[in-house]
């Protein structure tokens, strides 16, 4: 049982607390990936789980051991650092063995380790050159096999894609998932990148403030997000947010702002809601496009129409709040070129409370 | 194919259109340069007047003087000038190589030198490795200040110190050897402990101060380094010798290339300070031997071509320590 288990960890650094308890349970094999704005305390909870930061309160479980107060080392775990923390004067083939030159492993099996990795990672042309001598891929690859070569029970990743260009940022995103498939190892990742922690992971934690807002499945949190922050941070682009008001329709629930009006799902929540105020959150895919022909659709300004091909961005505005559409082309493009609106569905109308923002109850979209 | 004929033939009329085609050209990307750099200095003229101090600088003071150098090969006389007086070519440099006291100022030098190397080179390092290993940033910082120290006295009073301190009468260290019952040694008129003070006495001066190089280079060796090799299990130790030593070596390599190229320049003034006749059989080196007959006996030419000798020989350590280094380590000077 390889997982990690945290439970209550907070981290203060003198009178000033970053972490604020939280409470995590990874289980073995599973790629959980720590997403949040910069400065949220991803790193911070990162390190506190490799060891590199002193661990203020709670605790700490790996695989079964509490390890708050157990060296580094002795946690078996590895980690890859944004930077890719490789020795500059060692070559790749030093630089993938220093952990186990440093644990002091026989020569022969050193030799076929790196070589494994190598082969795994497609270092094999590259062993004897030095980190100065590789592009930001290869440097990339080589602080994974670092980490790989060491066979640890958890893998942990601090931001390590950010330092590469768009294109090798997906192209290391997919090999970090195959690698991941065929290792199996425990792994924890930490990104600010919305993509690529709903790309990579198993579970995904959002973090905000030192605090978790939500753990789950990426499609739960796509299409359940617990709160207006969450709502806002997966999905691109991100959900559209308005103001509004819940009174009574002739069908049971409405939102209400702006004179305009919008059919609720008859859940209790909202049934008992009329005349609270909420926020609505309105997914750019979730909307059809709707022209002058349909009464009953919400009316926008429409700025832009961005036709990308198969699918088309609309840039709106409702009640002076920007609006975005994401939609197909294919067989609409009669409807786009005289655009005025939209219609959603009840159920794909997210509703959450506009003080708290967190979601009204009993809102569960099925994936 | 210009040794064709057909083809020179052939193209006789056009060759000659070409000729002039590519005098014109050149004359014209001459002068096209020539535009370049004139709006080059236009537009940095502020940059290149920045220079002009230290250009002015390098001249009056370093290149002016070398004018004077040719009366190493000159039978000078204050009185006739450098440009009078009569070429002798290298009769000084004869003199100076069948003269005794010269040869052992050179081999003093030499010897001082390959000590001061071989045992103050490695303190300044050894000393920013154990700063750089002390946690406690308060008794980091005294102890900095403490070593830092003897740089900033004047070499007079380190002098003073070292005098007194080895001084057969109160000096602190005989009266230690006395409470062993070892009799008083007047140890500054040794030539046997000449060289050991001497050095000692440099290390104690610079080291400290010297260390600030090697503790910049540390302070710019990036932290994960260091972390990632905590979690792959490195002790400190282990981090000092494959993290912090092999990062810190390229500025290790270039102060040894510095100090190679120093090798000649013993700080003089300290050997002045603390050699008598008694010692100089150890202590004379080239700088103070040059001192003596240029400065005091009046010999300038004769001074100039030890001084010249000096020179040179430095030049050549300089280049050899750089084109070793850049052959052996992908570091150097220049
Ligand atoms: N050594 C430190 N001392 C004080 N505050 C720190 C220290 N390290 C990080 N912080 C603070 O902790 C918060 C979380 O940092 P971090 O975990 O690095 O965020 P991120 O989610 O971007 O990785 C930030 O507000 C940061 O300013
Ligand atoms: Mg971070």
């Known amino acids: 049982m390889s997982g990690v288990q945290l439970e209550g960890i907070v981290k203060a650094y003198g009178a000033v607390q970053v972490v604020h308890g939280i409470d995590l349970e990874v289980q073995e094999k599973e790629f959980v990936v720590l997403v949040g704005p910069s400065g949220c305390g991803k790193s911070t909870t990162l390190r506190m789980i490799a060891g590199l930061e002193e661990i203020s309160d709670g605790d700490l479980t790996i695989d079964g051991r509490h390890v708050n107060r157990v060296a580094p080392k002795d946690r078996d775990v590895a980690m890859v650092f944004q930077n890719y923390a490789l020795y500059p004067h060692l070559n790749v083939a030093d630089n993938i063995a220093f952990g186990l030159r440093i644990r002091k492993e026989s020569k022969d099996a050193i030799a076929s380790s790196v070589e494994e990795v190598g082969e795994i990672l497609g270092l094999t042309p590259y062993l004897e050159r030095r980190p100065a001598d590789l592009s930001g891929g290869q440097r990339q690859r ?33 090999e970090i998932k195959r690698l991941h498939k065929r290792l199996g ?5 930490v990104t600010h990148d919305q993509i690529e922690a709903m790309t990579l992971a198993d579970r995904i934690v959002v973090m905000h403030d030192g605090h978790i807002e939500q753990i789950g499945t990426p499609m739960e949190l796509f ?120 219609t959603i569905q009840p159920h794909l109308v997210k509703v959450f409370d506009a003080e708290t923002g967190q979601t009204l109850p009993g809102q569960v979209l099925e994936q | ?224 380094l260091y972390e990632s090799a905590v979690v792959d299990g490195a002790s400190r130790w282990q981090m000092m010798w494959k993290i912090t030593i092999p990062s810190i070596l390229p500025t290790i390599i270039i102060m040894l290339i510095i100090r190679i190229g120093n090798i000649l320049e013993i700080s003089f003034e300290m050997i002045i300070l603390l050699y008598q006749p008694a010692t100089y059989q150890t202590a004379d080196v080239v700088n103070t031997f040059i001192y003596r007959q240029g400065l005091q006996g009046g010999q300038y030419d004769f001074a100039a071509a030890a001084g010249l000798f000096n020179a040179v020989v430095a030049f050549i350590l300089v280049m050899t320590a750089n084109t070793i280094s850049k052959r052996y380590s992908r570091t150097s000077l220049w």
């Open chain 1, 142 to 174: 080589v602080a994974m096999g670092r980490a790989i070569v060491r066979r640890p029970k958890v893998f942990l990743f601090d931001e390590p894609l950010s330092n590469l260009d768009a294109k090798l940022r997906t192209q290391m995103r997919a």
């Open chain 1, 185 to 189: 190892v425990t792994s924890i990742y």
């Open chain 1, 223 to 342: 299409l359940n997000p617990a709160n207006t922050f969450v709502a806002g941070f997966l999905g691109s682009p991100p959900m559209n947010m308005i103001s509004a008001q819940v009174v009574a329709g002739d069908a049971g629930p409405v939102a209400e702002f702006g004179g305009q009006r919008i059919q609720l799902q008859q859940i209790p929540s909202l049934q008992n809601g009329v005349g609270r105020p909420v926020t609505l959150g309105i997914r750019p895919e979730f909307v059809s496009v709707a022209d002058q022909s349909d009464p009953a659709k919400v009316r926008l300004e429409v700025d832009l129409v961005e036709t990308l091909g198969s699918e088309a961005l609309i840039h709106a505005s409702l009640m002076g709040d920007p609006f975005v559409i994401r939609t197909d082309t294919v067989g609409q493009m009669h409807v786009l070129d005289g655009i005025s609106g939209f």
């Open chain 2, 1 to 224: 194919m210009s040794s064709d004929p057909d083809f020179i033939s052939s193209a006789g009329p056009k060759t000659e259109e070409l000729v002039f085609d590519a005098k014109e050209a050149q004359r014209r990307r001459r002068a096209s340069r020539m535009q370049r750099v004139g709006d080059h200095l236009k537009r940095e003229w502020q940059l290149y007047a920045m220079l002009i101090p230290t250009i002015l600088w390098l001249v009056i003071f370093l290149y002016k003087p070398m004018y004077g150098l040719q009366i190493a090969f000159k039978d000078y006389s204050i009185f006739r000038g450098v440009a009078a007086s009569p070429w002798i070519g290298f009769e000084h440099f004869e003199t100076l190589f069948n003269n005794d006291q010269f040869l052992r100022a050179l081999r003093n030098t030499l010897i001082m030198s390959a000590y001061g190397l071989l045992f103050g080179f490695p303190v300044p390092i050894f000393l920013a490795l154990m700063f750089n290993e002390i946690l406690n940033q308060k008794f980091k910082k005294t102890a900095q200040t403490i070593v830092y120290l003897p740089h900033f006295i004047s070499s007079v009073i380190i002098a003073g110190i070292v005098i007194t301190a080895f001084s057969p009468s109160a000096g602190i260290v005989n009266t230690i050897l006395g409470w062993f019952g070892v009799d008083a040694v007047y140890f500054l008129t040794k030539p046997e402990w000449f060289r050991p003070i001497f050095i000692g006495t440099g290390i104690w001066q610079e080291a400290g101060f010297q260390s600030i190089v090697y503790l910049a280079a540390i302070a710019g060796v990036s932290p994960t």
